[in-house]
């Protein structure tokens, strides 16, 4: 059994950075190999795992449409072996951790069984790996359509402020809604700043509004310099404030 952690929160609150950072935790930890989902449209979970993109699932599927209707499908073989096939071949294997990028979600035109079966395929996959990471877009209504069935822990991401923590709330509340199937709902306060107290009392505020604090990451220089350097966050050093803050809140994790 795969334990899933799917990282969500409004958009650039550092869902990306953070998920790096908790594939680089289990990597090291030797749950290998984690099975990292970029769910973002906008890809770009490989860029802070160091690792290019080749194929996407959403392209791999209109190319089979394509060819679907220009009658050029394999002969002889099944669309679902033909869908697990172009899966495998979208696979990006790297030291530690396989990456699959969905990339652009299904168009108007697409018929639905290729969206039944790709989420299939995807839990079948998913059910090979110990730790499932996936990096989401800003927002929550594509996640009960385009990935697993059971989420272990949905890690909310949010700014440093009382509206963030409102926002975060509010993705809680709207995957109840959609009733996405939920373990465990953790905050993560991405780039807390300013005096000691600052992240106690934010967590306080959150608290406040029913949600578990699983800890803060602080504004991190050595995060901002990765970025401006074009280096991955997963090869941060382990001395890094958001390497060991990230460190500290997933000890707390159990799968
Ligand atoms: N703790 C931190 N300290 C400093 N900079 C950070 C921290 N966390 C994230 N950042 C920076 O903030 C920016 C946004 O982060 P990131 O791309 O991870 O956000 P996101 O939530 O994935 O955004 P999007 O909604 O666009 O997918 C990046 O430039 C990243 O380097
Ligand atoms: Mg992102």
């Known amino acids: 059994m795969s334990f899933t952690i799917a ?16 594939i680089r935790h289990f990597v090291r930890a030797g749950q290998t190999p984690v099975f990292a989902v970029d769910a973002d449209a906008n890809y770009n979970l490989n860029d802070q795992l160091g690792v290019q993109v080749a194929a996407t699932i959403g392209g791999s599927r209109e190319e089979m449409k394509r060819k679907i209707n220009a009658n050029e499908a394999p002969v002889g073989m099944s669309k679902d072996d ?14 530690g951790f396989d990456l699959l990028v969905m990339g652009r979600p299904e168009g108007p035109g697409c018929y639905c069984a290729a969206n039944n079966m790709l989420r299939r395929h995807l839990e079948i996959l998913a059910g090979n790996y110990k730790v499932v990471v996936i990096d989401n877009e800003a927002g929550m209504e594509h996640l009960s359509r385009r990935t697993t069935a059971k989420i272990d822990l949905l890690l909310l991401v949010s700014e440093p402020s009382p509206v963030g923590i409102m926002t975060a709330a509010r993705i809680r509340d709207l995957a109840k809604e959609l009733e996405i ?28 509004l029913g949600l578990e604090v699983l800890g803060t990451v602080p504004l991190d220089d050595a995060v901002v310099e990765q970025a401006l350097a074009h280096r991955p966050a997963f090869q941060l050093p382990d001395d890094a404030p958001a390497v060991k803050a990230i460190e500290a809140i997933l000890a707390t994790v159990v799968l």
């Open 181 to 208: 199937q939920v373990e465990r709902t953790g905050l993560v306060i991405n780039r807390v700043c300013g005096a000691a107290s600052v992240g106690a009392r934010l967590a306080e505020e959150a608290r406040g």
């Open 7 to 22: 990282v969500a929160g409004k958009g650039g609150t550092g869902k990306t950075t953070i998920s790096s950072l908790v």
């Open 82 to 95: 033909w869908l697990e096939i172009q899966m495998q071949a979208s696979l990006i294997e790297s030291e």
